[in-house]
């Protein structure tokens, strides 16, 4: 997956590193939304979500067909959603790291040797006015 460059204000960094959950929305079929509640970490350094799931979910399955998601976190008046072209990811090492990093924002997820891992990497950043760069 390509590294792509997202700027974003100190306020909305901080607030992607804080313990919220988030809605992850994805496109069925019919092109209608498919949204459901999702834990889900931020790299910055490479402009990458990751959200881990089971290979077999409605998420991964539509990720895998229309190829693009996003994610959108709130808390009172802040709020940010970050989307783009989304893959599922199953390598080993892949789904490894985004445990680790989900492990650290939220609590370390339970067995799942299907898991796999859906990587938006974000082009489009949406937030409000408390989070926006100055």
């Keep these: 997956m390509a590294t792509h460059t997202v700027e974003l204000s100190a306020a909305a960094v901080e607030f992607l590193t804080e313990r919220h959950l988030a809605t992850l929305t994805t496109l069925r ?3 209608t939304p498919h949204v459901v509640p999702v834990g889900f970490t931020w790299d910055g350094a490479t402009g990458l979500v990751r959200v881990i799931t089971d290979g077999a979910s409605v998420k991964a399955r539509n990720v895998r067909r229309s190829g693009y998601a ?3 976190q709130v808390d009172g008046r ?6 783009g072209p989304a893959t599922v990811l199953d390598e080993p090492v892949q789904v490894r790291e985004a445990e680790r990093r989900y492990a650290e924002r939220y609590r370390t997820p339970r067995e799942n040797p299907t898991r796999v891992v859906l990587a938006i990497e974000v082009h489009r950043v949406l ?3 408390a989070l926006r760069t100055a």
Excluded: I, N, P
């Design 78 to 83: 802040r709020w940010l959603t970050l989307e």
């Design 29 to 31: 079929a019919d092109g």
């Design 127 to 129: 937030c409000g006015l």
């Design 70 to 72: 996003s994610v959108g």
